[in-house]
């Protein structure tokens, strides 16, 4: 069954020059006659998709080609310019981990907000939590303000609370570079028990090794086009003949 499709999506976004203009460059500018609209850069470029239920699919390509960007706009993270978006099923998005989280309340509170968010029930949320704070290696900061923690300790809780739960789709961009070597293999443990199961899984990745032993088909963005389609070991020979960089 086909649980994501893409038509014709593109995305224009703005260009880090047009988010530094600020208000009074902008006046100063126009009076002094040297005002310029800031740019818009075109990052991603009628991209056409179908993946259905229990798909595998890798996604391939330099920095800078539009591989996050694609995943924002399919968890709904970001809204196209143009085209048609489609999604059946519950996602868990393993994106920028610990993005959603309150730095203000606890580590507790925001396992049962981030569970809530993801589609679960508050007291489905709690059964969980010890699991959670186990996994995450946060079982002494349960009632800490979450603005205490270290940037890696945040990332684990978000990937313990995202896969602790059963989601429809799993969205994952390089989760397994978070924390300790010993916290890699335990991730790289907990991501391969989807793979025996029929949820549908979107990966991005720069390990092309771990991308072809996982994923039966990849797509290679370049410069948010779909420069190919297909089976995986094909993408990434096709990939890397062309030896592109991205912009």
């Given at each position: ?139 002494d900061c349960a009632l800490v303000p979450v603005k205490a923690l270290s940037s890696g300790m945040v990332a684990r ?91």
């Open positions: 069954m086909e649980v994501i499709r893409l038509d014709q999506v593109s995305l224009w976004r703005r260009t880090q020059e047009e988010f530094s203009y600020d208000l009074k460059k902008t006046v100063l500018s126009f009076f002094e006659g040297k005002y310029r609209k800031p740019a818009k850069k075109l990052v991603l470029d009628e991209i056409n998709l179908v993946v259905n239920t229990g798909d595998k699919l890798g996604i391939i390509g330099a920095n800078g080609s539009g591989k996050s960007t694609l995943l924002k706009v399919i968890c709904g993270i970001l809204q196209p310019t143009s085209g048609v978006i489609r999604v059946r099923g519950q996602i868990a998005p393993l994106i920028e981990l610990g993005a959603g989280f309150d730095p203000e309340v606890s580590v507790m509170d925001n396992i049962l907000l981030y569970g809530v968010l993801l589609g679960f029930s508050r007291a489905e949320m709690r059964e969980r939590t010890q699991s959670i704070l186990e996994f995450a290696e946060l079982q809780l978000g990937f313990a609370i995202a896969t602790d739960v059963q989601p429809d789709i799993l969205i994952l961009d390089e989760v397994l570079s978070v924390g300790d070597e010993n916290f890699k293999n335990k991730s790289k443990q907990r991501i391969e028990k989807f793979w025996d199961t029929n949820v549908t899984v979107l990966v991005v990745s720069h390990d092309l090794s771990f991308i072809e032993q996982s994923c039966e088909q990849a797509i290679w963005l370049n410069k948010g086009q779909v420069m190919f389609a297909g089976p995986t070991c094909d993408a990434i020979q096709t990939y890397l003949d062309t030896g592109v960089e991205g912009p």
